[in-house]
């Protein structure tokens, strides 16, 4: 079955770094754009990164531009965010998703499937 598995998350103090990983398997990574989500604790859940099928296209909402970088390795069908200089109000569970296309990802859109999240702490 669709399995997608993220591993990564920890307690870091500000400014600081955490690499988050998404292991996928039951359908045809490299066949999908990926992204990662999060959401706070009395938030909705809110796009952060998006990449497409074949890593030439990502997206980035405006808070992480220049200090998040998503990337993949369609050989591993693992994505992986790479988040520096940490903020306090990064915390929150990290999501990553499927779907079709790497602009509606970030449109929250056409999401085929998700994972269960980890959490990341940034401590001030």
């Known amino acids: 079955q669709v399995q997608l598995v993220e591993s990564g998350g920890g307690l870091v103090q500000a400014g600081g770094s955490l690499r988050l990983s998404c292991a996928a398997s039951?359908?045809?990574?490299?066949?999908?754009?990926m992204g990662w989500f999060r959401q706070a604790p009395g938030k909705e859940r809110e796009f952060v990164a998006a990449?497409?099928?074949?890593?030439?296209?990502?997206y980035y909402t405006d808070s992480v531009k220049g200090r998040f970088t998503i990337s993949r390795d369609n050989a591993k069908n693992t994505v992986y965010l790479q988040m520096n200089s940490l903020k306090p109000e990064d915390t929150a569970v990290y999501y990553c998703?499927?779907?079709?296309?790497?602009?509606?990802?970030?449109?929250?859109?056409?999401?085929?499937?998700w994972g269960q999240g980890t959490q990341g702490t940034v401590s001030s």
């Open positions: 990449l497409s099928r074949g890593g030439a296209s990502a």
């Open positions: 998703a499927a779907g079709s296309q790497a602009t509606r990802l970030a449109q929250r859109e056409g999401i085929d499937y």
């Open positions: 039951g359908f045809t990574f490299s066949s999908y754009a």
